[in-house]
């Protein structure tokens, strides 16, 4: 079991839970009841101890968005996507979470399950000067959720299918100079057509195939990197896909 002394910032369990969802209540009655039995039935009588902070991300009572590890075998190559949320599973009690767990599932992409976490904020209920001039901005219906950094800024609106507002930041742009197509919101770079529709494929197939989602096309993928007119003229890396929408 991996440990650490200072606990890491995580989103809070609501983080796929729209504010307005009607379904909120209901699950917050169920975090009330049935979570706090399922913590100590996993605790107690099947010897599995979470994090201090560890909690899925539930969507309604009894079913939650995790993480698994994406792995696909195009032709002979393997190529890894990273930890990625699923579609909402049902997790109605301690035994279903601990299968999951065990299968390498996790409640966190950024962190196993069994490390103490401390949950972030949401971005509404949050004071002070952190998030005071964050440079990511997204409107909700009760206030806007707002992001210090690209990474979450792009991970909240893919799993809000939300259209990327805003230019990538200039490593991003550094880094997009190496491929001839790539995917913003995953963060990804292809050096081929075909690479790149294979993971636009994953996304936009419906399960068990794919993840059923909307997403950027081919064009809006595609890295458009200008010749220079002079030798003193600086080379700039653009693309179709900067302000990618999810079509």
Same mark, same amino acid.
């Given at each position: 079991m991996t440990?650490?002394?200072?606990?890491?910032i995580v989103d809070s369990w609501?983080?796929?839970? $729209? $504010?307005d969802s009607p379904a909120r209540e209901h699950v917050e009655m169920f975090r009330e009841v049935e979570w706090v039995y399922m913590q100590k039935e996993l605790r107690h009588d099947l010897d599995y101890e979470l994090g201090v902070g560890q909690e899925p991300h539930w969507v309604e009572p009894g079913r939650a968005i995790l993480y698994h590890n994406v792995s696909v075998s195009e032709y002979g190559r393997e190529t890894n996507y990273g930890w990625t949320a699923t579609n909402p599973l049902p997790i109605g009690n301690a035994i279903q979470l601990r299968n999951y767990l065990q299968k390498g599932f996790r409640l966190r992409a950024s962190v196993e399950p069994q490390v103490n976490v401390e949950s972030s904020e949401t971005a509404e209920y949050t004071e002070g000067d952190l998030y005071e001039n964050a440079p990511y901005v997204v409107p909700g219906k009760k206030a806007p959720r707002k992001f210090i950094t690209w990474d979450a800024y792009r991970s909240y609106c893919d799993t809000r299918g939300i259209s990327l507002r805003?230019?990538?930041?200039?490593?991003?742009v550094d880094k997009m100079k190496e491929y001839e197509f790539y995917c913003l919101v995953h963060d990804h770079g292809f050096n081929s057509k075909r690479a790149a529709k294979n993971h636009r494929a994953y996304y936009v197939a419906p399960p068990p195939r794919g993840r059923g989602q909307k997403h950027a096309t081919l064009e809006q993928m595609e890295v458009i990197q200008p010749k220079a007119k002079t030798s003193k003229t600086t080379k700039k890396t653009s693309s179709k896909a900067t302000g990618e929408g999810l079509k």
């Open positions: 440990t650490t002394s200072e606990k890491l609501d983080y796929y839970l $729209d $504010d805003y230019d990538p930041p200039q490593e991003i």
